[in-house]
């Protein structure tokens, strides 16, 4: 069975709004056995709207439709439904009483303005939208002629309100219902994402060829964005059960490949994945709070990401952005001849960072980091992208500390160089907390 989703909105057109709801509704309808054929996008303009309608129904099963069904004028979804489907607008009570029901839940009157939100095209049905005003509409589409057979779904723009309606009044109708050929049939499709941060694209590919061959079920394909290196494994079956259980094969097939170098999956976070480990480490918790950071050209950005985290008071203790070299002296200990001799972005200047970071503030970890983020700055020796980055931590057994330091050169514009340092200062703490060497 096939799908299409269609996106509205002048936002999302003008790409002034990031289109979340369509890969979402993407994931949710593969994993009941729909394959989205198309995904589109179209502004807040009735006639673009309805020509979207015609172009659509002929080539899916279901239409999944989100947006435009707000209050406003140009909120246009159900008058371009009405007249691709020839029938008019009226009003529904049901409608009328699910934005009634939501104003009196605030304790407010609803304004005249609301009441077109309760209008529906004649022989339409009401999805009930427990989250907000907008209710959503439904109708099974037939041609004049019985050729043409589609399920249309249209559901408000609001991610929260979207994906509430689409759980409670979408998705049953979806499975209960068959496709083109009335059986309901068609593979699950179900997914999963693995993410890797150090390794580039082509060097991942090559620890995983067998499982990213394009004649394999499940399919294994990688995707870059902000630094990270994710592996999207798709599996198609006949049933749930055998979609997961091969899915969950390949899972341990691309993690025995990998190793370690996998940090997380679906939705998880660098940085809390870091704080799960510092939270488990025995170290960590006899001295918590356990991490300092000691930054210059991230600007402190590394102690940021560390305390995105709700609950960072339990692992992270202080940080410094000592930006200038009298900074780093005065606040880190950093030699002026360490400065001198091997100047500021230098792996001598940040183990000492470090060790001034773990001296001053007790923490057993200290990260530091100095760099050259650009566009100006570089030179023959230390070109725009060097990095030197320290992780001060406590040897076994002893009061002493062991310091490792590596220099990189990362690739992009100021604000990548930033990220990328700040990513790698964790994944070298990451690395250390799970006592394993870094393997790039």
């Known amino acids: 069975m096939d799908a299409i989703i269609l996106s509205i909105g002048d936002e999302l057109a003008l790409g002034q709004t990031v289109d979340t709801n369509s890969p979402w509704l993407a994931q949710q309808l593969a994993a009941i056995g729909y394959k989205p054929v198309a995904h589109l996008t179209v502004p807040d303009d009735q006639a673009a709207i309805r020509q979207a309608f015609e172009e659509s129904v002929g080539r899916c099963d279901a239409m999944i439709v989100s947006g435009g069904l707000g209050p406003t004028e140009d909120d246009l979804t159900r008058q371009a439904l009405a007249?691709?489907?020839?029938?008019?607008?009226?009003?529904?009570?049901?409608?009328?009483?699910?934005?009634?029901?939501?104003?009196?839940?605030?304790?407010?009157?609803?304004?005249?303005?609301?009441?077109?939100?309760?209008?529906?095209?004649?022989?339409?049905?009401?999805?009930?939208?427990?989250?907000?005003?907008?209710?959503?509409?439904?109708?099974?589409?037939q041609s004049g002629d019985q050729k043409t057979v589609c399920r249309i779904f249209v559901m408000p723009g609001v991610p929260k309100e979207m994906k509430i309606m689409?759980?409670?009044?979408?998705?049953?109708?979806?499975?209960?219902?068959?496709?083109?050929?009335?059986?309901?049939?068609?593979?699950?499709?179900?997914?999963?994402?693995?993410?890797?941060?150090?390794?580039?694209?082509?060097?991942?590919?090559?620890?995983?060829?067998?499982?990213?061959?394009?004649?394999?079920?499940?399919?294994?394909?990688?995707?870059?964005?902000?630094?990270?290196?994710?592996?999207?494994?798709?599996?198609?079956?006949?049933?749930?059960?055998?979609?997961?259980?091969?899915?969950?094969?390949?899972?341990?097939?691309?993690?025995?490949?990998?190793?370690?170098?996998?940090?997380?999956?679906?939705?998880?976070?660098?940085?809390?994945?870091?704080?799960?480990?510092?939270?488990?480490?025995?170290?960590?918790?006899?001295?918590?709070?356990?991490?300092?950071?000691?930054?210059?050209?991230?600007?402190?950005?590394?102690?940021?990401?560390?305390?995105?985290?709700?609950?960072?008071?339990?692992?992270?203790?202080?940080?410094?952005?000592?930006?200038?070299?009298?900074a780093k002296q005065n606040e880190l200990n950093v030699s002026p001849e360490t400065l001198a001799r091997h100047g500021a972005v230098s792996e001598a200047t940040v183990i000492e960072m470090a060790r001034g970071a773990a001296a001053r503030s007790g923490a057993p970890y200290a990260v530091a980091i100095s760099g050259i983020a650009g566009p100006g700055g570089g030179t023959a020796d230390k070109p725009v992208g060097t990095v030197c980055i320290a992780l001060a931590s406590p040897r076994a057994d002893s009061t002493e500390l062991d310091v490792l330091a590596r220099t990189f050169i990362f690739h992009g514009d100021r604000e990548m160089v930033r990220d990328r340092s700040a990513k790698m200062g964790l994944t070298m703490l990451r690395f250390r907390l799970l006592g394993r060497p870094m393997p790039f």
């Open 166 to 326: 689409f759980d409670r009044g979408v998705l049953p109708r979806l499975r209960e219902q068959g496709g083109r050929g009335g059986g309901g049939g068609g593979n699950v499709i179900l997914s999963k994402t693995l993410h890797t941060f150090g390794m580039g694209e082509s060097a991942i590919a090559e620890r995983i060829p067998d499982l990213m061959r394009r004649d394999r079920n499940p399919s294994v394909g990688t995707t870059v964005a902000n630094g990270y290196v994710s592996l999207r494994i798709n599996a198609y079956a006949d049933t749930r059960e055998r979609a997961e259980r091969e899915l969950a094969d390949t899972d341990r097939a691309a993690r025995a490949a990998l190793g370690d170098l996998i940090w997380g999956e679906e939705n998880d976070t660098l940085p809390e994945v870091v704080a799960g480990l510092l939270v488990r480490d025995p170290l960590a918790a006899r001295r918590a709070p356990a991490v300092c950071a000691a930054e210059s050209c991230t600007g402190g950005l590394l102690a940021k990401l560390l305390t995105d985290v709700p609950g960072s008071s339990a692992y992270f203790r202080q940080g410094w952005v000592t930006y200038r070299n009298e």
């Open 83 to 141: 007249e691709f489907l020839e029938r008019p607008l009226e009003l529904n009570e049901a409608a009328l009483e699910n934005v009634e029901r939501f104003f009196r839940a605030l304790r407010r009157d609803m304004p005249p303005r609301n009441r077109i939100q309760a209008m529906l095209p004649h022989g339409t049905a009401m999805i009930e939208n427990t989250a907000g005003t907008a209710p959503g509409i439904y109708c099974n589409y």
